[in-house]
Antibody
Framework: EVQLLESGGGLVQPGGSLRVSCAAS????????MSWVRQAPGKGLEWVSV????????YYADSVKGRFTISRDNSKNTLYLQMNSLRAEDTAIYYC????????????WGQGTLVTVSS | QSALTQPASVSGSPGQSITISCTGT?????????VSWYQQHPGKAPKLMIY???NRPSGVSNRFSASKSGNTASLTISGLQAEDEADYYC??????????FGGGTKLTVL
């Protein structure tokens, strides 16, 4: 059974940093592209970033480019999102999701971790 | 990276059919068959209902169907049931190798 478990969310001040993680199991992690998608409270889904199975290719939404970094450790079956220079508008539930390749649809999603940026 | 355009809300009575539209551009919906639809109940993670324009994952009811014409994709739910009440999001791969979502449609079963 595919399982994706996000962790690391919490309260952080504007301008601060936070790293969220996604522990994966039930599938061959290194063969799967992985994405981060966020959802602000009461709002819709916003795609954030994607990384290839090898970790060699990454893409970002314009809203986070230069501030967020996606990475993965295939030896630990874990996906990361390092978030720097956080803003109030980054407040959201952050979901990780898997797909068979970068262009393909994310099929399985985790339950999300809440990141709140506030002073 | 503008969001795809969906109606904010749709409604229907049990047993009826409804259709949700999703309009993009030639840089996303119109140029790729990587259009998908998600269902999200309150407080839950999104669930994949349709991928690659028309395909249903295993376990998804055949009451859910979808299509695409030009820059617009559509999701149809037939034989509406109370449990179909949820938010629905379309999504597409883009020419920038990114992904874009629609703003979401709230389905109310009357």
């Amino acid at each position: 059974e595919v399982q994706l478990l996000e962790s690391g969310g919490g309260l952080v001040q504007p301008g601060g940093s936070l790293r969220v993680s996604c522990a994966a199991s039930g599938f061959t992690f290194s063969n799967s592209a992985m994405s981060w998608v966020r959802q602000a409270p009461g709002k819709g889904l916003e795609w954030v970033s994607v990384i290839s199975g090898s970790g060699g290719t990454t893409y970002y939404a314009d809203s986070v480019k230069g501030r967020f970094t996606i990475s993965r450790d295939n030896s630990k079956n874990t996906l990361y999102l390092q978030m720097n220079s956080l803003r109030a508008e980054d407040t959201a539930i952050y979901y990780c999701a898997k797909s068979i390749r970068i262009a393909a649809t994310p099929d399985y999603w985790g339950q999300g971790t809440l990141v709140t940026v506030s002073s | 990276q503008s969001a795809l355009t969906q109606p904010a809300s749709v409604s229907g009575s049990p047993g009826q059919s409804i259709t949700i539209s999703c309009t993009g551009t030639s840089s996303d919906v119109g140029n790729y068959n990587y259009v998908s639809w998600y269902q999200q109940h309150p407080g839950k993670a999104p669930k994949l209902m349709i991928y690659d324009v028309t395909n249903r994952p295993s376990g998804v009811s055949n009451r859910f169907s979808a299509s695409k014409s030009g820059n617009t994709a559509s999701l149809t739910i037939s034989g509406l049931q109370a449990e179909d009440e949820a938010d629905y999001y379309c999504s597409s791969y883009t020419s920038s190798s990114t992904r874009v979502f629609g703003g979401g449609t709230k389905l109310t079963v009357l």
